[in-house]
């Protein structure tokens, strides 16, 4: 079974729609992150939770919400979605220390028409 | 701004052959520097990594090398194989939570 997963794998959703993005993982890490990726863009930093008290915005916050349900679970939340948040969203986890590697799951691939 | 900078969209190699990535970035506070590799469909998974008191790194088929003057950084695949045709981010990080990734390059090894 995979370490980290991500719900759905897909989704179209229309202007104004509000959506949930899920993720869990079984790796035991405190540390999960939410990434959105763009052609030529790379992976862009979204929100980050150290734990289920500890909860922070990233490099592109505006337009998105989170939720640290548990330990295994982070949710991403799009409050009212727009056609420029079509994207690639990663969900990734890690363990502190050293080069701090993170752990990434599937994707979620959304398009907002 | 862009700290961390993959300038070379695509590489095409011909199987056999070595395939070199390069990064470039611009914080010379970064302590760990890391490449992902990732497919179609899938999420980026963890390649290879380096400290900045090193200047080079190997694991099998991949080597990591730092030039912290350049501030630039390398991965050399020896010998490319058709499997290792993806997409490849460059990440830095100054051995805390955030790291910053590269905007990525494919690499299509030919067979």
């Known amino acids: 079974d995979a370490d980290v997963t991500q719900t759905p794998r897909n989704r179209i959703t229309k202007t104004g729609k509000r959506i949930m993005l899920e993720c869990s993982q079984t790796?035991?890490?405190?540390?999960m992150y939410w990434y959105r990726q763009d052609p030529g863009l790379g992976l862009r930093l979204i929100y980050y939770?150290?734990?289920?008290?500890?909860?922070n915005k990233g490099e592109i916050s505006d337009g998105y919400s989170v939720s640290r349900q548990a330990q295994a679970k982070f949710s991403l939340s799009l409050e009212s979605a727009i056609p420029n948040q079509t994207a690639l969203y990663f969900c990734?986890?890690?363990?502190?220390?050293?080069?701090?590697?993170?752990?990434f799951g599937p994707g979620t691939r959304l398009l907002v028409l | 701004d862009q700290q961390v900078k993959q300038n070379s969209p695509s590489l095409s190699v011909q199987e056999g052959r070595i395939s070199i990535l390069n990064c470039d970035y611009t914080n010379s506070m970064f302590d760990y520097f890391l490449w992902y590799k990732k497919y179609p469909a899938e999420g980026p998974t963890f390649l290879i990594s380096i400290s900045s008191i090193k200047d080079k790194n190997e694991d099998g088929r991949f080597t990591v090398f730092l030039n912290k003057s350049a501030k630039h950084l390398s991965l050399h695949i020896v010998p490319s194989q058709p499997g290792d045709s993806a997409v490849y981010f460059c990440a830095a990080n100054t051995g805390g939570f955030k790291t910053i990734f590269g905007a990525g390059t494919r690499l299509f090894v030919k067979a």
């Open positions: 939770s150290f734990d289920v008290k500890d909860i």
């Open positions: 990734a986890t890690s363990a502190p220390g050293g080069s701090e590697t993170q752990y």
């Open positions: 790796k035991g890490h405190d540390r």
